[in-house]
């Protein structure tokens, strides 16, 4: 919402906001653009008398301002709504779906586009070091989204991709997710084939080959030609594409080790391109073939695209280093499901190699909240050396008994920072904290920085 509130101000509007608990880079950006922020959702921010209401998902009737808005008989639209209508709306949308990597190979797209001087619009759900901001309206036919499955609105509960009619479109992967919005994998797998049936011929789906619901989801009803990527071992045979697209791979450089940041990416079976850089893990080199693939579909060559790569700097909140202190290491993660977890602890292990990794997790998102993969937990976190959890008072489940398996690596806290004290006691020079969370986390990074830079003063 704060990414639409940004586009909106650049068409010309006056536009103000309301949240709870707002924290950067979200409440820097909407400062930097003269937004005006209300706190809470009272009904007397109404009384501006706005010309249109654009409603996020997180509102629920109930909520003071929204029934104030029903009650006045006020115009209002959901997000997604307004930005097919007044944003997308004859450009050339490239949408990333996914249950993860959406916000970096989102952001990977339209770094490429940018770089080849296409001078794309873009909606992202987080900030991209290379553009410090998370939406801009753009210059040209092209707009890159993030395609969240998450529903619309309080009036709206289709997924929200729906509205955005991709003629470019990335699946990720797809998982069970938002289990307070769907039942099963099956529900969101259906909604990933209603976006599939706006496709068009013309355009182009960019598919993981790996995935075994995606390609149920495409077994729905295809009617796009599809390419598909996936990583192969060095000299090994491509991968074999479908729906007559082309099949994008990529592997290690010859040579090179886990955490040597450098591979090739091929297009069917010939080299076009070398990324290296400094992002960690697999799951990451997945994200940019991705990337490269639905960039070639705006014209942007495979080499091209892989120079635009190796100068790209991550994402604010994916494995993002807040600072180094004492020589402890701490970084921001946004993994908050089991598999995004232990990818992105593998990611940081093929890094640091045998230094000591202590995992930091609150368990914020309503789908980690109802337990539905209390059961991965523990296994997610096999590759750290110590994990601290944060058990809020109203959890409604035992994080202790879930993660049993983990022994004595496992340390619990209900208070943020007490959490902050403990890791800070435990942490010594040359290990790697690994905060992971949906949310602010009460602060938790910059108590814990504080608390060592006294340490490390005294």
Known sequence: MGGIAAIASALGHRVTGSDLNVYPPMSTQLEKLGITLFQGYGAEQ????????????????????????LDRGMPYVSGPQWLCEQVLQGRHVIAVAGTHGKTTTASMIAWILEFAGLKPGFLIGGVPSNFSVTARLGASQYFVIEADEYDTAFFDKRAKFVHYRPRTAVLNNLEYDHADIYPNVAAIRWQFHQMLRMVPQSGRLIVNAGDAELAQTLAQGCWTPVDTFAMRAAGAAPVVAAHQGSSWSAAPVQGAGPADGRFDVFRNDTLCGRVEWTLLGQHNVMNALAAIAAAEQAGVAPGLAATALSGFGGVKRRMEVRGTVGGVTVYDDFAHHPTAIETTLAGLRSRVGAARIIAVLEPRSNTMKLGVHRDQLGQSLQKADAVWFFQPKDLGWDIREQVATLGARAQFSDQVDALAAGVAAAAHAGDHVLIMSNGGFGGLHEKLLTLLRQRAAS
Request: glycine letters at 8%; aromatic letters at 0%; hydrophobic letters at 50%.
């Open 46 to 69: 109404l009384d501006l008398q706005p010309d249109l209401v654009i409603v996020g998902n997180a509102m629920s009737r109930g909520k003071p301002v929204v029934e104030a808005m």
